[in-house]
């Protein structure tokens, strides 16, 4: 059997273990779908597959077991799925495009859990439409909150949520919950002064438990959304490492231009003799420099008044080599 393997990784098929056998990987971005999605691609497992479908840890799809001879098949199923989940496709019944940027991964945000700070499925998508198809590695993740529950810190872009805390004192009876839940679960920036609260400002990572633990919401969440925007976190072989904050209190406008702007740095500066064409966009930055980087990210950027960006990152990490 004749195959262009490099032709079925780009239409997000993975080459498996057993010769003329296949996956296909199925974007969600966000990883939120519809129960429709969900059984059309039980439909695919079952016609075309093995009946066994795996849950990613980028929370798509793969549908395992499929023949070679069978994937232009399973990409005319696959049209309705990427359709209704409004995925970027170049030809409509081809399936998916590109494979390298990654499925743009989210936890459930403010839509269920209490303590997001936003939607991060929304977020995810709209990331998605500006980003997807594109043959550059890149990995990007949303979590509502500070407490990271997927792990954003480990993807080239992690967007946390953050809110800053509105105190209404006409509200609060000095209960005392809201600096008990900053002390044991945040970072104890809340003290009572006079039966009132203070909060300081410099050092609120604007998690939003003190909204969480009032019970007479003297504390309430901003309406504007703000976003702690992580960069370069990597596993790997050589250095895995967590990412590094790049910009504090940055708004949703600004974290997709820079986004754009590092694909147009990528493709400045990738080695052209890199495996497979690909140098994850980290090794780059280590390459080249975090000034020059910086440079290309805020490229055509209006930052708010009250965005921190730093001035530099610095990565640790394990070294192997």
């Not at 004749?2 to 971005?29: E, L």
């Not at 209490?114 to 439409?129: C, L, M, Q, V, W």
Request: glycine share 10%; proline share 4%.
């Amino acid at each position: 059997m004749d195959i262009n393997t490099k032709k079925v990784k780009k239409n997000a098929y993975r080459v498996s273990k057993v010769r003329g056998i296949t996956a296909s990987r199925v974007r969600v971005p966000g990883g939120a779908c519809n129960a429709d999605v969900l059984m059309q691609v039980a439909e695919i497992a079952k016609e075309f597959g093995n009946g066994k479908v795996h849950l990613t840890t980028r929370q798509g799809f793969e549908i395992e077991g499929i023949s070679y001879e069978d994937m232009d098949r399973v990409n005319e199923k696959l049209q309705p799925i990427i359709e209704n989940l409004g995925i970027n496709q170049e030809i409509p019944g081809a399936g998916y495009s590109a494979s390298g940027t990654r499925n743009v991964s989210a936890c459930i945000g403010n839509r269920v859990c209490p303590f997001g700070n936003y939607d991060t499925a929304s977020f995810a998508k709209r990331i998605e439409e500006a980003i997807f198809p594109n043959d550059l590695h890149f990995k990007v993740a949303l979590t509502g909150c500070a407490n990271d529950c997927i792990k954003a810190r480990m993807h080239d872009f992690g967007i946390i949520g953050m809110t800053v805390p509105q105190y209404d004192p006409s509200r609060c009876v000095a209960c005392g919950a809201c600096v008990k839940g900053c002390d044991k679960l945040s970072v104890n920036v809340l003290r009572l002064e006079n039966y009132k609260v203070v909060r300081n400002e410099e050092k609120c990572v604007g998690c939003g438990v003190c909204v969480t633990k009032c019970p007479t919401r003297a504390f309430t969440r901003s309406d504007k959304k703000y976003y702690r925007l992580t960069i370069m976190g990597r596993t790997g072989k050589r250095n895995p490492r967590l990412g590094e904050d790049f910009m504090v209190w940055v708004d949703e406008d600004t974290i997709v231009k820079v986004i754009l702007n590092t694909y147009k740095f990528v493709k400045e500066y990738i080695d052209p003799n890199a495996p497979g064409g690909k140098e994850h966009v980290g090794y780059i930055i280590d390459r080249v420099g975090f000034h020059e980087f910086k440079k290309w990210a805020l490229d055509g950027v209006e930052l708010l008044p009250e965005t921190i960006v730093k001035d530099n990152v610095y990565w640790s990490g394990i070294h192997y080599r």
